[in-house]
């Protein structure tokens, strides 16, 4: 571990420092965007090596158990229910590690925007019901619903616990295990061997696409017109996918050098012991408990 | 476009990842039979082309104004071919939906029928029939951005019925009807996004064309192939047409529910109880066209056989079918003028990249 350099070590952290982006630079602007998910994508490694619940599961059963709780979490219809859903996805986050600044996402943006798109269901135009507070918006006359609001909590805590589900499957296992375990799914092996292919050539592509952004923003000293500025990104584009297509067929080749013949073999660790059984009945319990009972 | 997860009942993303199933299974095969070994890389590359794109800002309408993103499935379905395109921008959607949370893990069926199917095949479509065989850099920008555009307005309007359909299918999911999600999304996407599409789709097509042609897909088929396939569905369709005779006649049922003409109404108006009698506007509007064939038939057949009446409607159908094909003929001799320099505007600006 001595021989490697700071930046490579395990517990090193991506601190990618965004440039100030000046509303009017467009080129800045994606180039900020490219290196979030840059930072991302390497990142969440470091909650994915944590010890925690979930990290320690074969990827197989977390995502036949994750993805059966989401799958419950759209069938349930009563607040209880979601409410219990929702409290199930906080104790699977603690008991993973997960920093709850990872799950902010999952459990502020994204309900605060269902909730500003459900918000007019809540009146009584959308959803009938007893009015709770009327009143009058130019020619209208307005009600807030019991029915209304009781519709609203409901979505908001669906969305919120199947967008949590999601994230935590995401950040406590590397996409490259994410995709082996969606074997269990029954998906073939072909479509997995893409999804690890095109993980692993991503970062390839984004700094290529980083490269092309940086080459623009050192010309340049202003904007252009806008047909030029639109020529240009779609330039940008155009060399990028040239340069997907050369990285394809030297990677093909490299491929048949080592012996490709299109069988496909992919390296499952048998790791299967007593913990993803347990794992599995507690979830699959917990998911028709809450469907059938609630 | 990306529908997240509680949006859709089961009773609608269940049915889409059967669809999607096929789908893939059909794409894998077609794609599997042109290319072979070679296109496992080129596809998982293309696919991480599909995602990076969708990150690239492109200026709408002013310089350093609006923004927007581009989907960037009808260039890809251009470039590589509309079955690749389905698989690669699936592969783009699972992985935004499981490592990025952007999209729902449930919707994943949906999302990829509508941005990895409709939106590919519409553009592709639009973009085959105005591109030609050797089209100039002109036409192909042109059929790129009307390929584009109506690619992602189809594939707008897929999501939009999608989500507009929850309120008839179930209760406690998207509780918008088709009366609002259509307009909502066909509004934005047709003065905006569409725009984003169509600019990208068009000026990618024409900077690949300028620099590096041979990366556009080369016609493998002969050009009668097409056609001649067309043909045969054309001929099927039009064999089917006596169905719309049969099935009413099997089941006792009347004419189109709705499609009354001023002399039926007034009786279907009395069976539920309302005043028997013929809107005057209607009574005036019907006066003005006279049909050449009213009710596809002969006038004086209309109470033959059904075997009689079949043979008149299967006419009609071919008759259509002529009629059409005639037009398209026309306009297309219309449309495929050469053009005497070639170039976009704008394009040349284009070699400041590294």
């Known amino acids: 571990m001595d021989s490697l350099p700071a930046w490579m070590r395990p517990q090193a952290t991506l601190d990618m420092p965004a440039l100030p982006a000046p509303r009017r630079n467009l080129a800045r602007r994606t180039l900020n965007s490219l290196a979030r998910l840059l930072a991302e994508m390497l990142g969440d490694d470091a909650v994915a090596a944590r010890p925690g619940l979930l990290q320690r599961l074969d990827p197989r059963a977390k995502v036949v158990g994750l993805i059966g709780l989401v799958v419950a979490a759209t069938l349930l219809h009563s607040l209880a229910a979601l409410g219990l859903m929702y409290l199930l996805c906080i104790v699977l986050a603690v008991a993973s590690r997960v920093p709850a600044r990872r799950l902010l996402g999952a459990w502020l943006a994204a309900p605060l925007f269902s909730a500003v798109i459900i918000l007019p269901a809540i009146l009584n135009v959308v959803t009938p019901g007893h009015p709770l507070w009327t009143f009058r918006l130019g020619p209208w006359h307005l009600a807030v619903t019991g029915a209304g609001l009781l519709f609203a909590a409901k979505f908001v805590l669906r969305v919120a616990a199947c967008v949590s589900l999601a994230l935590l499957l995401a950040v406590t296992t590397r996409p490259a295990r994410l995709f082996r375990g969606l074997r269990a799914l029954g998906v073939p092996k072909i479509f997995i061997m893409l999804l690890l292919m095109m993980e692993r050539y991503l970062a390839v592509i984004v700094r290529a696409a980083e490269e092309i952004h940086e080459a623009r923003i050192s010309r340049s000293i202003a904007p252009g017109s806008l047909r030029q500025e639109q020529a240009w990104v779609a330039a940008g584009m155009g060399a990028l996918f040239r340069r997907t297509q050369k990285l394809g067929n030297a990677v093909y080749l490299a491929m048949i050098s080592r012996g490709y013949t299109g069988d496909i073999y992919l390296l499952d660790e048998p790791r299967w012991s007593w913990r993803e059984w347990a794992f599995l009945a507690a979830v699959a319990a917990a998911g028709v408990g809450l469907v059938v009972l609630l | ?354």
């Open chain 2, 1 to 354: 476009m990306h529908i997240p997860d509680g949006y859709l009942s089961p009773q609608t993303y269940v049915p889409a990842f059967a669809a999607m199933a096929g789908m893939w299974a059909w794409a894998s095969k077609r794609v599997g039979d042109s290319l072979r070994l070679r296109q496992v890389p080129l596809l998982a590359l293309g696919a991480a082309f599909s995602f990076v794109i969708m990150m690239f800002n492109v200026p709408m309408f002013l310089p350093g104004g609006t923004t927007g993103h581009a989907v960037g499935a009808v260039l890809i379905a251009i470039l590589l071919g509309p079955w690749a395109a389905v698989i690669a921008v699936s592969l783009a959607l699972i992985l935004q939906a499981l490592t990025f949370g952007d999209g729902g893990i449930t919707a994943i069926g949906a999302n990829c029928l509508t941005m990895a199917v409709v939106m590919p095949f519409a553009g592709w479509g639009v973009y085959r029939l105005l591109a030609g065989r050797a089209p100039s850099i002109r036409r192909q920008v042109i059929a790129g951005a009307a390929g584009g555009y109506v690619g992602l307005n189809a594939g707008a309007l897929a999501t939009a019925v999608l989500l507009g359909i929850q309120p008839l299918i179930a209760h406690g999911y998207n509780p918008f009807g088709l009366k609002v999600a259509v307009p909502v999304m066909a509004g934005e996407h047709l003065l905006l996004f569409g725009f984003v599409e169509a600019v990208v789709t068009g000026l990618v097509l024409a900077y690949v064309t300028r620099t590096d042609p041979s990366l556009l897909p080369q016609s493998t088929t002969s050009p009668r192939a097409p056609v001649l396939r067309l043909a045969l569905a054309l001929g099927a369709l039009v064999l089917l047409t006596p169905l719309g005779l049969y099935v009413p006649a099997l089941v006792k049922a009347g004419g189109a529910w709705g499609e009354w003409g001023p002399k039926e109404l007034p009786a279907k108006l009395a069976e539920h109880g309302l005043p028997a009698r013929t809107p005057i506007h209607l009574a005036q509007l019907s006066a003005i066209w006279k049909a050449p064939l009213p009710d596809y038939a002969l006038p004086g057949l209309k109470t033959a056989p059904l075997w009689q009446l079949s043979l008149i409607y299967v006419a009609c159908g071919l008759l259509a079918v002529l009629a059409l094909s005639l037009l398209a003929l026309g306009l297309q001799k219309l449309f495929s003028r050469k053009d005497p320099d070639g170039f976009p505007p704008g394009v040349d600006a284009t070699a400041s990249h590294s």
